[in-house]
């Protein structure tokens, strides 16, 4: 309970921050701060769990913590941190290139990403299918308003899209619910939604009810993650938020819909009987990351690509689900949170001071902003899954483990698939660097909108040398 | 036939009137006596299965999904000068036989589904509630409207309800009330952007929201 109340403590001051507030310098900076100290609480909080030393941590009733989720939430509150401290400096820019920022839509902002955030944590600290499935339509509902900061006619059509696609999904996901639910109640018993009381009674569920269950939820909560072909909103979405919302949405919204998928699949692992479910999984996991690369190769938008290989990722973590590897899910989704958010946020940069979202319309990064043109390019690497990089490791440990269980057509649609995205995302980063800037074009802050995107990729870095270097141990033995 | 039967298959009665005309009005005016069968439905469940606190979930769904929202969506439409949609794809009677149709094929698929259902007379529950399913996401595919889908969406989670009332023995309470209070924001930030778009395409026409399509 207490803990509880120490992790909700911090957003709540920026919520109270953000209404008084005079001016928008002095709101960015107090979110920032506070966020920080958010991250160290719940670090404070979560590290016994996250290393081991503690199993479960119950919060309230239907609300509880494992490893797993633990792991999560320090992941989700590091993104938050990345996010609302580059969002200081992008709102800064914001301001002085004369975009008639208002103090209100920054107000609406900050308060619509903190509750975004609490609602993500929600999904990961709920033991209950139910309060799962209420903190996920509320994380649409918060973000709706989030892809609609710019209030141009495209951010519009980008937020009505999102919010109807992704209502319309999470609804089938609520019809999956009840199935579970329903499927629990085989036998006369009472029934349950608590994840970890049905992982116990799964031996004793309805099968046929909690297939189609499964299929509603993996249906629906699949809609959220953006697994092909239910992915039609993802694009647009990423691309017409700021900078800072779609490193959020990318780094941890879509993390928290595989998460959902990931408590189900642990359900249906357990019933003992799902062979079904498993290649289901697999294969919708390396259709989706075919079908990601195909679409990448065409692409207009420097965002829109970034969106479109996040699309890529969530089919590889599908795939880790698939094989039932908690350790390589989590793997993925660092690596992939880490660069995509970085790359997000530099990409931001380029946008404001290029003024410009199109990939033919920027050139000549490396000549006006060296920094970010470096910064860019190996955060592109990271994600394209190039060693040392973390990603690299982990889609090496998916692609062996796909050997391993004999998914070999899976592993070699996988391949395929990054192959692809390699070669798109260097053909169309090539230019964008290279080449003879537009006059206008100029870099700002170069330190200070860099930090954070360095600080994630020296992260990705790390894990990539200290993972990596492990696995390469264990595969010499 | 008992009430509980009586009651959901007026609901999808309805559901498929509700499919057979364009004027926004009517269409509301239907879906809030569709909800209201729904509501209905669940209190003649509550007293059938001895579960008194689905009267609450009854007064709460009468109160929000049959009245608030029916007429906040009737005041947007009235604010904004939109009364009637013409549709998409198929003509407005078309729809509403497929929709009868669907009924139809929404029988065999509540007998085949797998649980063992509890009380004798839920399959009849059970088709309605698929066929709510089949008609809400219908009306969202042939409507050109913003707020048609809206109502589409909302006849979707009707029969989202209705599959937990008759396939389930009782949802748990705190559950029912969530979903229903994210139904209620989800309408009224939905409706906030209907607003917007009709201040910024002067129409609120969603086929036509196609400035992001892809080459």
Redesign the interface.
């Known amino acids: 309970m207490n803990d509880l109340i120490m992790a909700l403590i911090a957003p709540a001051l920026i919520i109270f921050a953000c209404l008084i507030a005079r001016s928008i310098s002095i709101l960015t900076k107090l979110a920032t701060g506070l966020i920080l100290c958010h991250l160290l609480v719940m670090i404070k909080i979560l590290m016994p769990l996250a290393i081991g030393n503690t199993t479960f941590l119950t919060l309230l009733p239907g609300f509880a913590i494992d490893r797993m989720s633990a792991l999560f939430l320090l992941l989700t509150a590091l993104i938050a941190s990345a996010s609302f401290a580059h969002a200081q400096v992008f709102f800064k820019q914001e301001e002085t290139s004369g975009h008639g920022l208002q103090t209100a839509y920054v107000r609406q902002y900050y308060i619509l990403a903190t509750l975004f955030v609490v609602a993500m944590m929600a999904v990961y600290a709920s033991d209950?299918l139910?309060?799962l499935?209420?903190s996920i339509?509320?994380t649409?509902?918060l973000s709706?308003?989030l892809v609609?900061f710019h209030r141009t006619?495209?951010a519009?059509?980008?937020?009505?899209?999102y919010?109807?696609i992704c209502?319309?999904g999470i609804?089938f996901a609520?019809?999956g619910t009840?199935?579970i639910?329903?499927?629990s109640?085989?036998d006369q018993q009472i029934?349950s939604?608590s994840c970890f009381e049905l992982v116990k009674l799964a031996p004793n569920l309805?099968?046929?009810?909690f297939k189609?269950g499964f299929i509603f939820c993996f249906l629906g909560y699949g809609t959220k993650a953006g697994i092909f072909p239910l992915h039609s909103w993802l694009p647009?979405a990423h691309s017409?938020a700021p900078a800072p919302a779609s490193a959020l949405l990318s780094g941890s919204l879509l993390n928290c819909a595989l998460f959902a998928i990931w408590r189900i699949y642990q359900i249906a692992q357990a019933t003992g009987r799902c062979q079904f479910i498993q290649d289901v999984t697999i294969w919708a996991g390396a259709v989706t990351v075919v079908a990601a690369a195909l679409f990448l190769v065409?692409?207009?938008g420097i965002k829109r690509l970034w969106a479109y290989s996040s699309i890529e990722n969530v089919g590889l973590m599908l795939v880790a689900i698939g094989l039932n590897s908690p350790f390589l899910f989590f793997l993925q989704a660092i690596n992939h949170s880490l660069a995509k958010v970085s790359l997000f946020l530099i990409s931001g940069n380029i946008i404001q001071s290029t003024g410009t979202k199109y990939l033919k319309d920027i050139r000549g990064v490396f000549r006006f902003a060296p920094v970010w043109g470096i910064v860019l390019a190996l955060s592109a690497l990271a994600v394209a899954g190039v060693p040392p990089f973390g990603s690299f490791v982990s889609e090496w440990m998916i692609l062996t483990e796909n050997f391993n269980l004999k998914y070999i057509i899976p592993a070699i649609l996988i391949i395929f698939g990054l192959t692809l995205t390699f070669i798109a995302v260097c053909l169309h980063i090539g230019p964008l660097l290279l080449g003879t800037p537009k006059s206008t074009s100029k870099i700002f802050r170069p330190i200070a909108s860099s930090v954070v995107p360095v600080t994630l990729l020296i992260g990705s870095l790390i894990l990539g040398l200290t993972v990596g270097y492990e696995g390469l141990i264990k595969v010499v033995r | 036939m008992t009430p509980l039967e009586f009651l959901s298959i007026a609901a999808a009665v309805f559901a498929i009137l509700m499919c057979g005309t364009g004027l926004l009005r009517f269409n509301l005016f239907l879906y809030s006596l569709q909800t209201f069968s729904i509501a209905l439905a669940t209190i003649a469940q509550s007293q059938q299965a001895k579960e008194p606190e689905l009267y609450f979930v009854a007064i709460a769904i009468i109160v929000v999904k049959a009245l608030a929202v029916p007429y906040f969506l009737s005041w947007i439409s009235n604010r904004i000068d939109a009364r009637s949609d013409p549709g998409i794809l198929i003509p407005i009677p078309i729809t509403m036989h497929a929709a009868i149709v669907l009924l139809g094929i929404s029988y065999p698929l509540a007998k085949s589904l797998p649980h063992i259902l509890w009380l004798s007379d839920s399959t009849v529950g059970a088709t309605v509630a698929i066929s709510l399913l089949f008609t809400g996401t219908l009306f969202m595919l042939t409507r050109r409207n913003a707020l048609s889908q809206i109502i589409g969406f909302l006849t979707l989670e009707n029969g989202i309800y209705l599959v937990a009332v008759t396939c389930t023995r009782g949802m748990p309470f705190i559950f029912e009330m969530g979903s229903l209070l994210d139904v209620l924001v989800a309408v009224m930030i939905a409706g906030l952007f209907v607003f917007r778009i009709k201040k910024s395409f002067e129409h609120i026409d969603v086929t036509q929201l196609d400035g992001l399509k892809e080459s």
């Open positions: 209950n139910g309060f499935w209420i339509e509320a649409t509902l709706a308003g609609y006619k495209n519009l059509e980008a937020t009505w899209k919010f109807i209502s319309v609804a609520l019809l009840i199935f639910f329903a499927s109640q085989h029934g939604l309805d099968l046929g009810s189609i647009d017409e065409r692409q207009y």
